[in-house]
T-cell receptor
């Protein structure tokens, strides 16, 4: 089964609203990361949160991590049209710290 | 400071041909990772290499796929006798040298190579 499943699969909101995406995973992790991918492009690293951290901020991004529930959330505040992209959570498991395991992503659309 | 470079950006092959994808990591990075992304899906880990060594190839198909990262030059992902199911975007990422567990803290991704098999 897949590590790092995002929810929802697709999200459409009005510009200026907040967007929340969730991620669940199955095994113990070293850290969890969020990436953005614009259509047809490569991935851009957004933020990394370690297993001993609970919350992290970066500009308009806020990430939380609940290791007891094996879940994370990404909040984008005051969304902009340029935030339209796919967002992936990715986990680095303790069992194999040499690779990142990606979920299937949330496709976020911001309506002007 | 150039980022991770991949070429070609687009590659079209007919069934049975060979595909060679190249990746030049960021300057100073000695760890390279290859991922495959099918349409509407996330990235799937294929292989992790350091210079002249394959560290983890648990995501590589057993046949037709191989990867190398020579002492000099780019990392190469080679797909022999391509089939339609190989059509995907292939991404390379690199990270700086570090201790076990730290090398994957942040991976820097290239723009990808989109392989189309006719």
């Amino acid at each position: 089964s897949q590590q790092g499943e995002e929810d929802p699969q697709a999200l459409s909101i009005q510009e200026g609203e907040n967007a929340t995406m969730n991620c669940s995973y199955k095994t113990s992790i070293n850290n969890l990361q969020w990436y953005r991918q614009n259509s047809g492009r490569g991935l851009v690293h957004l933020i990394l949160i370690r297993s001993n951290e609970r919350e992290k901020h970066s500009g308009r991004l806020r990430v939380t991590l609940d290791t007891s529930k094996k879940s994370s959330s990404l909040l984008i505040t005051a969304s902009r049209a340029a935030d339209t992209a796919s967002y992936f959570c990715a986990t680095v498991p303790y069992s194999s710290a040499s690779k990142i395991i990606f979920g299937s992503g949330t496709r976020l659309s911001i309506r002007p | 400071n150039a980022g991770v470079m991949q070429n070609p950006r687009h590659l079209v092959r007919r069934r049975g041909q060979e595909a060679r994808l190249r990746c030049s990591p960021m300057k100073g990075h000695s760890h390279v990772y290859w991922y495959r992304q099918l349409p509407e899906e996330g990235l799937k880990f294929m292989v992790y290499l350091q210079k002249e060594n394959i560290i983890d190839e648990s995501g590589m198909p057993k046949e037709r796929f191989s990867a190398e990262f020579p002492k000099e030059g780019p990392s190469i992902l080679r797909i022999q006798q391509v089939v339609r199911g190989d059509s995907a975007a292939y991404f390379c990422a690199s990270s700086p040298p570090g201790g076990y567990g730290s090398s994957t803290d942040t991976q820097y991704f290239g723009p990808g190579t989109r392989l189309t098999v006719l």
